[in-house]
């Protein structure tokens, strides 16, 4: 899985998804982004876009960064509790 994700005004990045949870995810990515920085991340699924807000909370240097999620919409929500359902069969 992808994730397009942007730091405030600054350009798209797309990267790997190597781990997704309710509360957050780790993209795979060589970016260095620090702690603390704000995100949009934006997710491309069958069922609809997904665009969470979140918060770089790890930074594993050369492998990527672990985000929080910190706002999105209601359908969002469900959106994302879906693809966890799915991908935990």
Known sequence: MWVAWQKGDGPRS??????????????STKDLTPVGTLL??????????????????????????????????AGDRARLQELLRRLNR
Do not use: C, Q, W
């Not at 797309?14 to 993209?27: T, Y």
């Open 14 to 27: 797309v990267s790997r998804v190597r781990d997704l949870s309710a509360g957050g995810v780790f993209i």
């Open 40 to 73: 949009v991340l934006l997710f491309a699924l069958p069922e609809g876009e997904m665009r969470i807000e979140g918060i770089v909370r790890y930074v594993d240097n050369g492998k990527g960064l672990g985000v929080e999620f910190t706002k999105m919409g």
